[in-house]
C-alpha cells in the first residue's frame, strides 16, 4: 500500500525464430555435441561453445529495466442514511464511526478513501449493494482494498448467502460491517394484512390487522388498539399480538375516509415509529339513478340524453311525453306511445331511489297531479336533486311553478320571454361557484365571453339561491339553491344545446351541464364550500374552496405527533386558497379553518425501512463473512483500526479490520539492453571455430 516509485530489473528473451524451431535447432546441437563427446572428438567442447552462442543469439536475451509508479489503494466507505437510521442515536453513532474511519485513513499513506452515501429509496428500502455496485463501476477493481460499511442492518438488497453473488456484488474485497444501534431490541408494530382502496357508500368494508412484537418470545400478550375516523371520537379496542384483528368501517359518504391505527408502546421498543398505520378508503356511490322527463320533444332533447348516457356511472331512466292528454289526434296509441308513462311508480313508489330528477321543458299538463308534484318537492326537500330547464312554458299556465314544485323553485317568472341573442356571462359569484368557476371561453371582469349566443331566455325574478350564469344585462339564467337536505337548480333558457352543435363557436355545455348534475348529487368535488387536504410526496397539500368574499382564514394544521400550527393560504384563483407545507411525519395530519376539518393520511416514505426498526446483522451478515471481512457492533467497542494486510492473510481481528494490498502500478519509463548483441555473438562464433579447427589441426 505504497505510492512511491520504483525500479524493476529483469531478464527477458525475444528469440529471432519461433520457438518451436529453436526448440529443434537446440535438440539437434545437442545431440551433435553429445555424439562428438561420444566419439571422443578433441574439438567437441569448442563446438558445443559455438553452438551456445549461437543458440543464445537467436534467443535475444535482453536486460530489461523497467520505472514503475504504485498506484494507492482504495477502500469505499458506505454510510447509510436511509429512514431507518434515524432512529435513537444511530445518526450519531455512524457520525462518529465515519469521521474516525476518515481520520484514520489519512494516516495510512498509499491509501485512497472514497465515502460514499446510502440515499433513500422510496418504497425499495435500503439500497446498499446497489449503491455498493454504482461505486464500484467507477473504480478500478485491481486497487480495491475493501469496503466498510456503516448501516443499522436494514437492508433489503443483499446477495444472502451465495459466494458468487457476493464475490459480484463486493468487487472481491473484504465487506467490513459496522452496525449502528444495539444487539437484542426490541420493537412493536401495526401490519395491515388487507384493506380496500375503496367502498360503496352506505356498505361496510372491513378491515384485516395484525399487531406484532418482534424480538420478545412470547405471542397472545393483550395489547390496546386506538381507532381513529375522521373526525369521530376514538375507540379503543382490546386485542392480542400475532393474531389477526377484523376491523368493520361503514362508509357514509363519498369522498376519502382516513383510519388511523395506533397500537400502545411496548415497553423498551425501539422506537414507536411503525406503531401507527393509516389506511385511507374512498367511498364512491353505487351508479347514479337519474330520471330525465322531456316535456316534448324538440332540438335540445340530445344534449342532455347523450351528456347522461355517456357517463358510466349513471343509469339514466328516460321518458318523453310525446303527445299531451289534452291532445287529440285519432291516432291509435298502438301507433304512437311504446310503453304508458309509470306516474305512480316513479313518483311515489321508487322516487326516493334516484339521485337526480330533471324536467326538460315539462309542462303541468295533467300528467302529474298534485300529490305527485308534491312528492317531489318532500323528495328535494330530504335530500334529492332537481334540475329544470325551462322553456316558454314555464311562463304560461301550466308552469310547474304553479303547482306544488314551485315551492322549491328559487326563481318566479315574470311572465316575458325574451326572444334576441345574447351571450351567457359568468357572475361574479358564479366565478367562485365549483359549477361554473374556471369555464373555458368565460368573461374575465366586464369583457365579453369567447362563447357563442343563445336567442331565448325566460325572464325571472330570483328570490334565493345563486346566480351563477346571467344574461347580457345581468338577468338570471342560471341558479342553484339548497333547499332543506337537498338542492336545486334553474336553466331559463331552452336553447343551451346550440353550443353542443357548434353555433357561433360553441360554449362549454357538456361541463356546465355535467358539473351543475353532479353538484346536485352531491359529488364532494364540487362542493362550494370545502376544506381537502392531500399528502403529495412529503408535502402537505391544503385547498380551500368558498365562495364567501374576502381572504380566506388562518388554517389550523395538526401533524401526527399533535404539533399544532397557523398558517395562511394562498390565493390561487375566485373562491380558491392553497396551502403547502412539509409532511415527513407519516400518520394522519389534521386541517381546520374554524368551521371545518380535512383529513390526509402521510403513509411512511419507506415502509420497508420502518417494517423492522430493530438494528441486526441478520441481511448483511453472511455477505461480510463469505467476502473475508467483519461484523463489528460500534455500540460494543471502539471504532476497529484500520490495518493494511496482504493476500491470503486474515482480513480482520480482534478491534481491527484488514484493508488488502493490492501493490497496482504504472509503468513510467523501461530501459533495454540487449544481453547478446549480433557482433558480440559473430567474434565468438568465429572465435570458437577457429580455436577449434587449430586444435583438431594438430
Known amino acids: 500500500m505504497d505510492g512511491t516509485a520504483r525500479a524493476l530489473t529483469a531478464i527477458a528473451f525475444d528469440p529471432l525464430l519461433p520457438l518451436s524451431l529453436l526448440g529443434a535447432l537446440a535438440a539437434l546441437s545437442a545431440l551433435l555435441v553429445g555424439l562428438a563427446l561420444w566419439r571422443r572428438a578433441r574439438g567437441a567442447p569448442l563446438r558445443g561453445f559455438v553452438l551456445a552462442v549461437l543458440l543464445l543469439a537467436l534467443a535475444n536475451p535482453r536486460l530489461v529495466q523497467e520505472s514503475r509508479e504504485g498506484l494507492p489503494d482504495i477502500a469505499v466507505l458506505l454510510v447509510d442514511e436511509s429512514a431507518s437510521t434515524r432512529v435513537g442515536e444511530r445518526r450519531a453513532e455512524a457520525a462518529a464511526a465515519k469521521a474516525a474511519i476518515e481520520e484514520q485513513a489519512r494516516r495510512i499513506p498509499g491509501l485512497e478513501l472514497r465515502t460514499v452515501t446510502v440515499p433513500e429509496a422510496g418504497s425499495a428500502g435500503t439500497r446498499l449493494f446497489e449503491t455498493l455496485s454504482r461505486a464500484l463501476a467507477e473504480l478500478p477493481r485491481g486497487r480495491l482494498a475493501a469496503t466498510i460499511a456503516i448501516t443499522d442492518g436494514q437492508v433489503h438488497d443483499a446477495p444472502g448467502e451465495n459466494a458468487e453473488a457476493v464475490a459480484a456484488a463486493t468487487g472481491g474485497a473484504p465487506l467490513h460491517v459496522l452496525l449502528t444501534g444495539r444487539p437484542g431490541e426490541t420493537d412493536r408494530r401495526v401490519r395491515i394484512i388487507e384493506a380496500p382502496s375503496f367502498g360503496i357508500v352506505g356498505r361496510t368494508v372491513e378491515i384485516r390487522v395484525v399487531v406484532e412484537d418482534l424480538g420478545v418470545a412470547r405471542e397472545g400478550a393483550p395489547v390496546t388498539l386506538t381507532e381513529r375516523r375522521d373526525a369521530a371520537a376514538p375507540r379503543l379496542t382490546q386485542l392480542a399480538t400475532g393474531r389477526e384483528h377484523r376491523i368493520l368501517v361503514p362508509i357514509e359518504r363519498a369522498g376519502q ?16 415509529i411503525n406503531n401507527r398505520a393509516v389506511v385511507q378508503i374512498n367511498g364512491v356511490r353505487d351508479r347514479l339513478r337519474v330520471l330525465l322527463v322531456s316535456g316534448e320533444p324538440h332540438a335540445g332533447q340530445r344534449t342532455w340524453r347523450r351528456l347522461l348516457k355517456a357517463d358510466p356511472n349513471v343509469d339514466l331512466v328516460h321518458f318523453t311525453i310525446l303527445r299531451p292528454p289534452e291532445k287529440d289526434d285519432l291516432t291509435p296509441l ?53 334540475l329544470l330547464s325551462v322553456g316558454p312554458e314555464f311562463v304560461g299556465p301550466a308552469s310547474l311553478y304553479n303547482t306544488p314544485l314551485g315551492q322549491v323553485l328559487p ?9 334576441a341573442g345574447f351571450r351567457p356571462r359568468v357572475t361574479e359569484l358564479g366565478a367562485r361557484h365549483p359549477v361554473t368557476t374556471a369555464l373555458a371561453g368565460a368573461n374575465a371582469g366586464e369583457a365579453e365571453p369567447a362563447w357563442g349566443r343563445w336567442y331565448r331566455r325566460i325572464d325571472a325574478a330570483a328570490a334565493r339561491g345563486s346566480v351563477l350564469l346571467s344574461g347580457a344585462g345581468g338577468e338570471p339564467l342560471l341558479i342553484a339553491d339548497r333547499v332543506g337536505e337537498g338542492r336545486v337548480a334553474l336553466l331559463l333558457s331552452d336553447q343551451i344545446w346550440l353550443w353542443s352543435r357548434g353555433h357561433d363557436g360553441g360554449g362549454p355545455q357538456a361541463e356546465i351541464l355535467r358539473r351543475a348534475a353532479h353538484w346536485l348529487m352531491k359529488e364532494p368535488d364540487l362542493e362550494e364550500e370545502a376544506l381537502r387536504a392531500r399528502v403529495e410526496g412529503e408535502r402537505l397539500v391544503v385547498e380551500r374552496r368558498s365562495i364567501a368574499e374576502g381572504p380566506a382564514p388562518l388554517l389550523e394544521v395538526t401533524s401526527p ?5 397557523r398558517h395562511e393560504p394562498a390565493e390561487a384563483g375566485p373562491g380558491r386558497a392553497i396551502l ?56 460494543q467497542g471502539a471504532v476497529p483500526q484500520l490495518r493494511p494486510v496482504d493476500p491470503g492473510r486474515d482480513s480482520a481481528g480482534a478491534g481491527w479490520i484488514g484493508l488488502r494490498r493490492n501493490r497496482d502500478h504504472i509503468v513510467t519509463g523501461i530501459a533495454d539492453l540487449p544481453l547478446m548483441p549480433p557482433w558480440a555473438a559473430l567474434v565468438l562464433i568465429l572465435g570458437g571455430l577457429v580455436w577449434a579447427w587449430r586444435r583438431e589441426g594438430r
Open 334 to 386: 298502438n301507433e304512437l306511445a311504446l310503453i304508458a308513462f309509470p306516474v305512480r311508480e316513479l313518483f311515489q313508489v321508487k322516487l326516493r331511489e334516484f339521485d337526480l330528477i330533471i324536467f326538460d321543458r315539462f309542462a303541468n299538463r295533467g300528467i302529474l297531479p298534485p300529490i305527485y308534484l308534491r312528492n317531489i318537492a318532500e323528495y328535494v326537500r330530504g335530500g334529492g336533486g332537481l
Open 257 to 272: 375516509t382516513v383510519i388511523e391505527l395506533e397500537a400502545e408502546p411496548l415497553p423498551g421498543e425501539v422506537s414507536g
Open 580 to 635: 403547502e407545507l412539509p409532511a415527513a411525519e407519516p400518520g394522519v395530519w389534521r386541517v381546520s379553518d374554524g368551521e371545518r376539518f380535512a383529513f390526509a393520511a402521510a403513509g411512511a416514505a419507506n415502509p420497508l425501512e420502518i417494517a423492522d426498526l430493530r438494528a441486526t446483522a441478520d441481511a448483511i451478515g453472511p455477505a461480510a463473512r463469505l467476502s473475508g471481512g467483519s461484523t463489528t457492533w460500534l455500540a
Open 411 to 419: 326563481a318566479s317568472p315574470t311572465g316575458r320571454v325574451v326572444e
Open 561 to 565: 405527533s399533535g404539533a399544532t400550527s
